[in-house]
Structures are given as structure tokens and as C-alpha cells.
């Protein structure tokens, strides 16, 4: 078996769609610590520079979708050009298998080479310290930046070459 990036299509877009996080395995427009699959493909339908992967196990001939990522160029707070992991996530029934540290590692490999950057941001619910993990674990250290509200809030992370 195989863990790879490819390019979500016409033939791919359902499946990517209905892969979720949330634990009753049910998705939804906006999960608890990501916005859901369908309104991320829906915002890179708009936003032309953003790009989105499904995260896909190969075995044989056979591709199962276990993931998804967008990333894409952003300006931050001081109009500077940054470079972001939007959304990565793996499917709920995949967690806890070794696919997210992989996975990461696939996305910031494909942004480095798609941008030639030498940092990749991102941004994280506080709470979701599985996520967390991960990202610590792939080079990424909190910039201390807080994003949001009362209601919802997210601290921005940076990984460098």
C-alpha cells in the first residue's frame, strides 16, 4: 500500500466530500475543529490560487481516499505573501494509523516544490491537540498569533526548511 497526494476531479470530488472528522462519522459544513470537505472544495472553486489534494491510499489498482489538504498563497496581517496549509485532515475511521504524519509530509513536500517557499503556515483550533502533535512533530512551532473571536479562535503555526 501506497499513501499519495493526487488531484481531486470529477471522479474523485464525492468521496472527498463526504470523508469527516467528526467522531458519529457524519459530515458536516462546518466540523468542530476544521470547516468540512464540501465548503473547502466550494472556496477553492473560487479563490483560483488555492489547491486541493485528496489524500488517497494505493493498493493494487485500487485508490481509497482517507484525507484531504488545500493550501495555497495568503497575505498576513502586514500584507506580506505567506504561504498556507488551509485544511488537512484525515477522515475519522483512518485517525490513529500513521496516515496524518505521512500525509503532512506529503502536502508540505508538494507546497515547497508548487511555491519554492521557504515557510508554511497554518492555523489551529487550541483544543485539538492530536492535531497539534502532529504538527510539532512535522517542524511546526506556534508563533504565539491568535486568529478569530471569543467564539472561535485559532493559533497560527510556522514550519521552515
Known amino acids: 500500500m501506497e499513501l499519495m497526494l493526487v488531484d481531486v476531479n470529477k471522479d474523485n470530488w464525492q468521496y472527498v466530500a463526504f470523508l469527516t472528522t467528526n467522531e458519529n462519522k457524519i459530515p458536516t459544513l462546518v466540523e468542530e475543529n476544521v470547516n468540512g470537505n464540501a465548503y473547502t472544495m466550494l ?27 488545500s493550501y495555497g498563497p495568503d497575505e498576513d496581517n502586514e500584507g506580506k505573501r505567506v504561504y498556507m496549509l488551509r485544511r488537512f485532515m484525515i477522515d475519522v475511521r483512518f485517525q490513529g494509523q500513521g496516515y496524518g504524519k505521512k500525509a503532512l509530509a506529503l502536502v508540505m513536500e508538494e507546497m515547497r ?49
Open 43 to 69: 472556496e477553492v472553486l473560487y479563490r483560483k490560487e488555492l489547491s486541493m489534494k485528496a489524500i488517497v491510499i494505493k493498493d493494487g489498482d485500487t485508490y481509497r481516499a482517507v484525507g484531504f489538504a
Open 113 to 161: 516544490k508548487q511555491y519554492n517557499c521557504e515557510e508554511i503556515y497554518l492555523s489551529v483550533v487550541p483544543s485539538n491537540e492530536k492535531a497539534i502533535h502532529i504538527y510539532e512533530k512535522a517542524g511546526f512551532v506556534s508563533t504565539g498569533i491568535e486568529i478569530g473571536d471569543e467564539t472561535h479562535k485559532e493559533v497560527i503555526y510556522k514550519a521552515s526548511r
